[in-house]
DNA sequence: GGAAAATGTACATATATGTGAATTTATATG
DNA sequence: CATATAAATTCACATATATGTACATTTTCC
């Protein structure tokens, strides 16, 4: 069950940071479609909470600083070592493509890091973004990483759908693309999930943490150098990564 | 009225900027005493919306870096300039108590810019952190710069209690006091809100924006001093405001 | 290795909550 | 300055939502 008003305060936040601009109770209603009485009483609390305010007379809320003081004390606690936006920033420069760093969230992976590529044609990621993560080359670079016994038990939670022609549809088909990543030595993905996409990634373990990196991108442009990418990508851990310790 | 599930929201973004360190379902329920069911729809809302992760596993989830990347986007736009953050963190360290920024937040002030006392015995505000605007030294300073109308406008919302022994329970009590701050040149505060609590502020416009600041500790060591306080703020200002401009 | 404890998940139901309509307040217009 | 129009609040009620209970899964401990 997905709880409303949860989701309203993140979409509400996520309002801010598009318009970069104060915005009234109408207009905040208007552009959601939330009857005004409901967006009265969510700004109102956001109000009270102290995270929102209103700059200059009537021209309406807009968020405090606040967020950007709890998030960063959120952040400053284990941050990714500097290496790997290095790392994901040379990749993107190189390839022309994006790269992003990406964490697991139960049966999903997570980008943590992106840098986008410049093209007009490319794939769009932001941080947050969520894939599939046994359909997803990122996503098979993490469960690379996880033990047979925690790897049944993401599959018991995945629901098998068929996103795209070559998407696993079961555990066996998942089993046996892992498999052949090791054998190749990457991961990749041709539309597995999302519709044109195709990428190349490998595990990035840093200290007990389980991550990956991932360059993806049009499939008609990366598809052909896939292989080529991939062994940039590990050229470039290879470079970056520190050699002394885990971290 | 309050939208619990947005407070919600907040308070468990406030938790793990204080704990931060990954926390399970469990932890989180017991900490805030909800129900284990209700704990689960809200984390589940938060993962699907990017905002939640679970670093390692069964370590329990932790939030993604997307919040910090929100917060700054909606912090990039019309950030305080530099000097303002000087302006408090001079004055916090000349006279060894907390000094702000504040704004307007309908009959509120909210606190946008904080560098703390280091004293044991200190004020304790937050960025976010709201007082009445008419019972409070930051508050009146934020009122000096309304108009006639604007002042009656929020007079008019304002539910007048007595927080402690000189707070102004009434508009006219409020309006004496806006003309004793002019006469004075700073506006002051003794206990007006909080126990114990002293403080001197002065009007602080930047371009069109109407803020101001304020610095306030503990009655017994400021008290006293608030004339000199007051004088430094002017004297602190003068000396960081650009002269050029407005802004 | 097996039982017990802890943790995570699903669902029906009572109830807390969101909302439409009414009221008040603010702003624009003649 | 009066009137019209728009925005912000309030409130009672129907309904969407939080939760108690039951079940499943995982981990711990003996």
Chains 1, 2 share one sequence.
């Not at 929102?52 to 807009?62: M, V």
């Not at 990035?204 to 991108?217: Q, Y």
């Amino acid at each position: 069950m997905i709880v409303r008003q949860a989701a309203n305060v993140l979409e509400i936040m996520e309002f801010f940071a598009q318009v970069k601009k104060p915005a009234t109770l109408a207009e905040i209603a208007d552009h959601f479609g939330w009857p005004r009485s409901s967006t009265f009483n969510l700004l109102a609390t956001l109000s009270e909470k102290g995270y929102l305010y209103e700059p200059r007379p009537r021209a309406g809320f807009y968020p405090t600083p606040r967020w950007l003081a709890m998030a960063r004390m959120i952040s400053e606690v284990e941050p990714l070592p500097p290496w790997t936006h290095q790392l994901i920033s040379d990749l993107s420069a190189e390839t022309g493509e994006t790269a992003s760093i990406v964490a697991p969230a139960g049966v999903m992976a997570v980008f943590i890091d992106v840098v986008e590529s410049k093209a007009a044609i490319r794939y769009f990621a932001t941080i947050g973004h969520r894939v599939p993560i046994h359909a997803t080359a990122s996503g098979r670079a993490l469960l690379l990483q996880y033990s047979q016994e925690e790897r049944d038990s993401v599959y018991r939670k995945i629901e098998f759908k068929q996103y795209g022609p070559s998407t696993p549809i079961s555990i066996e088909a998942v089993e046996i693309e892992l498999r052949n990543s090791i054998a190749r030595g990457y991961c990749q993905s041709f539309a597995d999930y999302s519709r044109d996409l195709a990428g190349a990634a490998i595990p990035l373990p840093i200290g007990d943490r389980r991550l990956s990196v991932v360059v993806a991108g049009p499939e008609f442009r990366i598809g052909p150098k896939v292989p080529e990418v991939a062994a940039l990508i590990a050229r470039t851990v290879d470079r970056l990564r520190p050699k002394t310790s885990a971290a």
